[in-house]
């Protein structure tokens, strides 16, 4: 029979004790497509989650994963759903292929502006985007809509007949279908692909947000940029989302601590969402590129076109389709 000194015994108790804070840590898998470090605004959002959830010290670290280096940017919801992923910054549009409805989230001319998009957060028609949300198992952290406009890789595109002929890429089905209405053909690809289909050629022109204009450099294959300006056809819904299932795993303060930073991160984001419009204008000034706003007469032109391509689809072949497309329209 073999003795045990104390000395080991304290040894074999001081570990025990140092290892149980690291076994109690629970550490989350945050992903979305953005470039990171480079001030993108929504890994800006992920980013500050991820400090306000480590400050509340609560045994949860989130880990980031930016550039579609965990996940690319369409596989991102269905990772959340099947709970390989815990978090997202996602557009919550790249899901409408399953779910229909969320193509109301990137409507042309449903948002007027950054005010109007945070009095829809609260209306019955989010509340109807984010039953969706829920049924499909998905928790959503912080809400987040982005301006955006319109680039031509030769010419200045701002009213529908300058659409005419012009591959185009749009960042959804409703775009998509206005585009088409327009004359464009349509090549379907994340903002993530913009700068390459540019480059080569398999594209004439884009629209996609004011942050992934600049994040992305696509001054550096256009012409022309339609800005956002007074009339900001382009409003797209980019919120931060949990899977369910790992937001139901936590603890309650945990889950409290992830919705205090979710909003800390959203209160952030609306004031740095306005800021994204100016600077892509002085941005893509500075690289020569020329600015050519939209004037409402243009936006008219538009939103004319879209009503007989996009919400005429969206209300005839999406279930609840024109109901959401009302409660939307009923928010001044």
Partial sequence: MFKISVKAISFAVAGMMLAGPALAQTTLKASHQWPGGKGDVRDEMVQIIAKEVDKADVGLKI?????????????????????????????????????????????????????????????????????????????????????????????????????????????????????????????????????????????????????????????????????????????????????????ESLTPEQQKALMDAGQVAEDYFFDAAKGLDNELVDVYTKAGVEINPMTKADYDAWLEVAKKSSYKIFAENVPGGAEIIEKALAVE
């Fill in 63 to 247: 880990q980031v994963y930016p550039g579609g280096s965990l996940f690319k940017a369409r596989q991102q919801w269905d990772a959340m759903v099947k709970n390989q992923l815990d978090i997202s910054a996602f557009p919550l549009d790249y899901a409408s292929g399953k779910h229909p409805q969320f193509s109301a989230t990137l409507m042309p001319g449903l948002v007027k502006n950054h005010e109007h998009a945070k009095r829809l957060n609260d209306s019955p028609y989010m509340d109807a985007i984010k039953a969706i949300i829920d049924e499909a198992g998905i928790v959503v952290l912080s809400d987040a809509w982005l301006a955006g406009g319109f680039v031509g890789k030769d010419k200045c595109i701002t009213k529908p007949e300058d659409a005419q002929g012009q591959v185009m890429r749009a960042a959804g089905p409703a775009f998509e279908q206005m585009l088409a209405e327009a004359g464009a053909s349509i090549n379907s690809m994340p903002s993530s692909e913009l700068y390459t289909g540019l480059q080569t050629g398999v594209l004439d022109g884009a629209n996609t947000s004011s942050g992934s204009f600049v994040s992305y450099r696509i001054y550096e294959q256009v012409k022309c940029l339609t800005p956002p300006g007074d009339f900001a056809l382009w409003f797209m819904y980019e919120p931060i989302l949990m899977s369910k299932q790992s937001y």
